[in-house]
């Protein structure tokens, strides 16, 4: 398992006193971010684009100038830290043709570097392209590229589309993800207990055991001001545990 912890900059100060267990940092990139901040970083960093709470959306067209804005910072980022990877959301619409509008600006930007994370479908009132296993599968295939599996947000799509949580994720980890964003969720939201330590929301976690142990892991939990060491090692032991029992099975 390979395990990264994903903040913003505001709180890298905080998370570089526990970084030494973590093998780097995912870092998201706001618009107005100076990219100067990260260039004597003594950490591996990777890179998160900005995303629709600070404005992004391919999808629209009217976004354009603060789309290219953002993906340009991201890629400005990346290159500076030698990113392995740059996550991007897809955008969204009610107009199911706006999807046209995504793949064209992908067409024009897209990176090797980049992995498009799947959202979740049904929620915060915004219809996210790409964010089904088929969809997805597309998606990679015209971009000849890996993707983000967000597991949390599998599980809302799951339930708000009234699907098993398990076979949907069992479908994106056939697909082969390149990176996962994972963290705390109750395994019947819709929306509620998101992003949290795995201790903070009792829940059945046994799907961890459906994904693949030798793959990227990225903490996606609470504000790293409000946690603590101690928080991340729990999150850490918990992760292992699954991984372990795995191959003890298998062996």
């Known amino acids: 398992m390979h395990l990264g912890l994903k903040t913003y900059p505001s709180d890298l100060n905080k998370a570089s006193s526990f970084v030494d267990l973590f093998e780097f940092i995912e870092l998201l990139i706001p618009p107005d971010f100076d990219t100067k901040e990260i260039l004597d970083c003594s950490f591996q960093l990777n890179i998160h684009a900005a995303h629709e709470k600070f404005g992004f959306n391919p ?129 019947n939201s819709t929306l509620t207990e998101h992003h949290k330590h795995f201790h903070q929301v009792e829940s059945d976690y046994s799907y961890i055991s459906l994904l693949n142990p030798n793959s990227v892991f990225t903490l996606e939990t609470d504000w790293v001001l409000r946690s603590t060491r101690e928080d991340y090692v729990k999150n850490i032991d918990f992760l292992k545990s699954f991984f372990e029992k795995k191959e003890n099975i298998k062996n």
């Open 59 to 187: 999808a629209d067209p009217k976004q354009k100038e603060l789309n290219e804005l953002i993906i340009k910072k991201a890629l400005e980022a990346a290159d500076i830290v030698d990113a392995n990877y740059i996550v991007v959301h897809p955008g969204y619409s009610e107009k199911v043709e706006f999807e046209k509008n995504s793949l064209d600006f992908f067409d024009d930007f897209f990176d090797a570097r980049m992995l498009i994370e799947n959202c979740p479908v049904g929620a915060w009132q915004k219809n996210f392209f790409f964010s089904t296993p088929c969809d997805m599968k597309s998606f990679i295939s015209r971009y000849n590229t890996s993707f983000l599996f967000d597991v949390g947000h599998a599980i809302l799509s799951a339930n708000n589309l009234k699907k098993g949580v398990f076979d949907l994720i069992e479908e994106f980890s056939k697909l082969d993800p390149k990176v996962h964003h994972i963290y705390g969720t109750e395994i």
